[in-house]
């Protein structure tokens, strides 16, 4: 995806852009491919396909939930920063908050943040359970792009979720359809699910929209290891 696609691309999902973001964008992937040399964060480096698999991928959120809204926003296992920093870049007035159990990750977040001068972005070095054990009900949107199965990532990430607000899912193939139970146990519910696939490679995409109704009880998430011996 070249420049002026990936322009285009935007158009039809309604963003608003300028120079300024098109520059921070080209920013970050630079910092990227510089970073990626000395630290794993990502296979794929050619220029045209991360603006397509990472960049344009990590707005497709906006199929559905309008960011325009959104005061605050959690991006658990960001990894490299995805959708976390893109989303940022254009939706500027977002409190963004980046979770990942990697701290060299972080490390380079960090980078990524000073270089581009993104305000209101707070990096937390700590594993996903860990986190929501300590911040509950907080934030607006909570992100997960292809992190770990669909029913442990709920057990996850449905405590940080304010009640009546949302969590969005970002996968590949579609793993929701035995989630009821998490759901029901979490205080949650599917609202949508969007199947699409990316321009041009035609590559399966998968978003779900997930609404909290009431606070998730205080037992979860479990610990670790018993999430992983029984998912919910």
Not at 194 to 218: A, C, G, H, M
Request: proline letters at 3%.
């Amino acid at each position: 995806m070249d420049l002026e696609v990936f322009k285009n691309e935007l158009g039809k999902l309604y963003i608003d852009f300028d120079e300024e973001k098109l520059k921070k964008l080209e920013k970050y992937y630079n910092l990227l491919i510089e970073w990626n040399e000395k630290i794993n964060l990502t296979a794929i480096t050619d220029k045209k396909q991360v603006y397509l698999k990472h960049f344009y991928d990590s707005l497709t959120i906006t199929k559905v939930i309008d960011l325009k809204k959104v005061n605050s926003l959690c991006d658990v296992g960001t990894g490299a920063g995805f959708p976390g920093i893109v989303l940022k870049i254009f939706f500027p007035h977002i409190k963004l908050t980046l979770v990942d159990s990697l701290n060299k990750r972080i490390i380079f977040l960090n980078e990524v943040i000073k270089e581009l001068e993104l305000d209101d972005v707070k990096t937390i070095h700590i594993r996903a359970e860990d986190f929501a054990k300590t911040v509950r009900e907080e934030f607006d949107v909570v992100t997960a792009r292809a992190v770990s199965s669909f029913n442990t990532l709920l057990e996850y990430v449905i405590p940080l979720v304010k009640c009546d607000k949302y969590f969005v899912a970002m996968r590949g193939v579609d793993d929701t359809l035995e989630s009821n139970k998490a759901l029901n146990l979490l205080k949650a519910k599917k609202i949508q699910t969007l199947n699409f696939k990316l321009p041009i490679e035609e590559s399966e995409r998968t978003i779900v929209l997930v609404q909290k109704y009431d606070k998730t009880d205080l037992k979860y998430p479990r610990k670790f290891s018993d999430i992983k011996k029984k998912p919910l």
